[in-house]
């Protein structure tokens, strides 16, 4: 399980990419790289990380789900993620 300070700097990283996501692309358009120099390094999308939503987990992330393959296999057994189940042949 991935420390809450971790899960929580991921999330500020995203509201801090949407918050800029406009500059930014006015910025890139118009090809003013000393204005894109200026902005926060957390404002660039390729700084954000796939993390699991329950565990926090940044290794064997399942885009799909939003899950890592931990969370994913548990809630599978259970059966909590629908359409989802174990194959048998």
Not at 13 to 42: C, F
Not at 60 to 75: D, H, I, P
Request: proline fraction near 4%.
């Amino acid at each position: 399980m991935a420390k809450e300070s971790m899960k929580a700097r991921e999330v500020k990283r995203a509201r801090m990419v949407a918050r800029y996501a406009a500059k930014r692309a006015a910025l890139k358009k118009a090809g003013d790289y000393a204005g894109l120099d200026l902005l926060p390094k957390n404002a660039s999308p390729v700084r954000m990380h796939n993390r699991c939503k329950l565990s926090g987990r940044p290794k064997g992330y399942m885009r799909v789900f939003g899950l890592s393959r931990n969370m994913f296999r548990n809630m599978a057994l259970e059966g909590k993620i629908p359409g989802v189940t174990k194959a048998s042949w």
